[in-house]
């Protein structure tokens, strides 16, 4: 089992949607967790990080479940400049991140 | 505008070939990772450094591959020689250490003939 999983995808839905992505961990002791955002042929970028109580940025809502080991990414009201992949990052408690293989998200008008 | 730089930005070379890829870390930043990423593959640590001293390589292919950070300012990561499965693009972050965020760099496009 991969230390972290999600979802390849490709999620496609049209603009204005709402559209939740999951990623799933395996190791209990993980610390903290992010989301990054990666256009085509780019670096991936910061999106936010995940805080134990959630957190909000605009359209965007990460929550972190513990119990179930999985943290989210909510978007609402889809915009076409949205699509792309999106990478959960886990920490361990060393300074190492551990990625996800991304879940691609292509929004249509 | 504080963000990682790297050069170059792409590479194409003959296989054999020595290949040096340069990053730049923000300034501060006390961590440096390399990152190769393929479709198959996804991202994949290679190495990472902390106050310059290496600490993880444990991702990378020992025989080919040498990471260092000559200065604080400096990280660079060679491939000797190079192989047609060495073609990927190459990232590097830096980050502030312990349980923080990684900022990446444009990345190397690495094509090895």
Redesign the interface.
């Known amino acids: 089992r991969k230390e972290v999983e999600q979802d390849p995808g490709p999620f496609n839905v049209p603009e204005g949607a709402t559209v939740a992505f999951n990623c799933t961990y395996s190791n209990s002791a993980s610390?903290?967790f992010?989301w990054y955002r990666q256009d085509c042929?780019?670096?991936?970028?910061?999106l936010m990080?995940v805080y134990s109580s959630g957190n909000e940025d605009g359209r965007f809502t990460a929550q972190l479940n513990r119990a179930s080991q999985y943290i989210s990414l909510l978007i609402r009201d889809s915009k076409l400049s949205d699509s792309a992949t999106y990478?959960c990052?886990v920490?361990t408690?060393t300074?190492?991140?551990i990625?996800?293989?991304?879940t691609r998200l292509q929004v249509f008008p | 505008d504080a963000r990682v730089t790297q050069t170059p930005r792409h590479k194409v070379t003959e296989m054999g070939q020595e290949v040096t890829m340069r990053c730049q870390p923000i300034l501060g930043h006390n961590?440096v990772?390399w990152y190769r990423q393929t479709m198959m593959q996804?991202?994949e640590?290679l190495a990472?450094f902390?106050n310059r001293a290496p600490?993880?390589d444990s991702g990378m292919p020992k025989d080919r591959f040498s990471a260092e950070m000559p200065d604080a300012t400096l990280a660079t990561l060679k491939i000797q020689p190079s192989e047609p499965r060495d073609s990927a693009v190459y990232?590097c972050a830096s980050?502030l250490?312990?349980?923080?965020?990684?900022?990446?760099?444009?990345?190397t496009?690495l094509t090895v003939l």
């Open positions: 610390q903290s992010f042929r780019k670096e991936p970028k910061l990080s990478l990052a920490n408690g300074d190492k991140l990625f996800g293989t991304g | 961590t990772f996804g991202l640590l990472y902390r600490l993880d990232f980050g250490g312990g349980r923080g965020e990684q900022f990446f760099g444009p990345g496009r």
